[in-house]
């Protein structure tokens, strides 16, 4: 190519940085470009917004283009959908027009600034005592593990078990740890299948105190304020 061009391709395309807040990794990103628009277009359609699966595919294919991450699978999946955020805000615009349903039905529309959604709340403790012998170590679910188990055919009990497997890191008692390395796939699901049914709770509490991208909008009924959380990647696509 020539050099030139070269140079001035270079100059079209500015650099950012982040500190990821979860994994503290340092990322360098830039904008998107016009070939690769293409792909976050396709992911923010209906069909693609309801597989849960493609659309994640479709953030880690510009990840993996717009990002010096070596190992992106390895990230929670709330950072990456801050950085498809940041993406978005840096290539297209930061402010997005969104329509969404109160806990009413009524329909509302409001503006939000991408650069001021952030992951919010604090890491918790990781260790879990599912009983008064036998704990686990946690980890939050990561782009790898949601990729592993998402299945469009699969029933949600199902799926909130494949991602408790994919989250417990090592099995300990008072006297013994097993890692997640020294169990087969099978051996892992053997274990969850015959966790005690008041177990789940405790699990189900971990996840939910995890950080999530959030963030919280107000918007006008009549005369009266009323606030509503956003969370999560589809409630920012449009």
């Given amino acids: 190519m020539n050099s030139k061009l070269t140079k001035i391709m270079d100059k079209m395309t500015p650099q950012y940085s982040i500190k990821l807040p979860i994994s503290k990794q340092m990322v360098n990103y830039r904008p998107f470009l016009v070939k690769e628009e293409k792909l976050m277009l396709i992911g923010m359609e209906d069909e693609a917004k309801n597989n849960m699966k493609a659309q994640y595919r479709m953030i880690q294919r510009l990840l993996e ?112 740890i097993i890692k997640k390395e020294e169990l087969s796939t099978d051996e892992m699901g053997e274990f969850v299948d015959n966790l005690p049914a008041s177990s789940l709770e405790k699990l189900s509490e971990y996840f939910d105190k995890l950080p999530k991208l959030q963030k919280e909008v107000e918007y006008k009924v009549g005369n009266k304020k009323k606030t509503l959380m956003l969370a999560g990647i589809n409630d920012f696509l449009v």
């Fill in 65 to 176: 283009s717009c990002t010096d991450l070596d190992d992106i699978e390895s990230l929670p999946l709330s950072e990456i959908e801050l950085l498809f955020l940041k993406l978005r805000s840096k290539s297209v615009n930061n402010m997005v027009k969104l329509d969404l349903k109160t806990e009413g039905s009524k329909n509302i529309e409001f503006e939000v600034d991408l650069e001021t959604v952030e992951i919010t709340g604090e890491m918790p403790d990781p260790k879990l005592m599912i009983t008064d012998e036998v704990g686990v170590l946690m980890t939050p679910p990561t782009l790898y593990s949601l990729l592993q188990t998402s299945d469009e055919n699969q029933n949600p009990f199902d799926e909130i078990l494949n991602v408790i497997k994919t989250s417990i890191t090592q099995i300990f008692t008072e006297d013994s």
